[in-house]
């Protein structure tokens, strides 16, 4: 019960130190005595960043979860199965063949990407031995490098590389307020994920008892898969690529609460959240009063966290 109020708690303090934080002069006595310039500051940028850091965190955490209960595999997440490289090429496709497409369209394909490679991938685990719980993550990474090799190679033939890479790099220092709107659609992704608890708690426990269960396996699969390649998506489109978060937090996050999804789901949510704010929070103040991406600071907090847990599973076994 501590831990579930510490994480709620440490989210308030998070999201203020997130509003009042960065180059642009802004406290809370300028905002009480009604500075012009200092409300705009945290109207345009401050706010819509915090809410869009606070959404996408936890958007990435919770889909990282339900990939790992949906594969039945605690090392798999949205950017470790390809379906982030998916989206990336969907994207270079639109850069090429669309150059004036709005954001709307261009999430449209991302989604459509994404989705069609999660199914392929999907497919591809029912040919792997299910003895190695490390099998699966592995051959998803190489998936994804294979999809990103011929993003790359277009990229590369047709000079596009620099803008995509630029693009699609962890970033909330472009977000802006008339920009961010896109990544509310993670909302109703959100309210559909815990509508559809109970079935992807039973989808955990095998094909063949959820099958006896009555639960429709396939058709389950696809409607949550469906659900995560659109929030990661939006959130991919709108931020860039985040790794790892979706890995290291729901580990982390079922390891103390448990398994079960009523327990866990909306603490993955609350952490993925914190644990992205703070490392913006360093993003913003490693080098101020320059910012490194995020993504760069993800990556190595995370990357760390992921070599600590395959070292413990492999000391627990």
Known sequence: MLVK??????LVILFFLSIFSGVGEMSLTGLLQGTKS???????????RSVSIILAGSMLSICGLVMQKVLQNRFVSTSSIGMMDSARLGILLVMLFMPN??????????FIFSYAGVLAFLFLTRLLPKNNPLIVPLTGMMFGNIIGAVANFFGYQFQLVQNMSSWLQGNFATVMKEDYRLIYLTIPVFMIIFLLLQQIMVLSLGDDLAQNLGVNVKGMQFVILGLVALGSSVVLIMVG??????I???NLVTW?????????LAFAGIWGANFLLICDLLARNLIRPYELPVSVVVGVIGGIIFLLLIVRRRNFT
């Open 5 to 10: 109020k510490l994480g709620i708690f440490l």
């Open 38 to 48: 200092q409300w705009l500051l945290m109207e345009e940028t401050r706010l819509p």
């Open 101 to 110: 497409s709005s954001i709307w369209q261009r999430s449209l394909v991302a």
């Open 241 to 246: 690529s985040v790794p790892f978060l979706g």
């Open 248 to 250: 290291v937090v729901p």
């Open 256 to 264: 103390y609460f448990g398994d079960h999804l009523n327990h866990s």
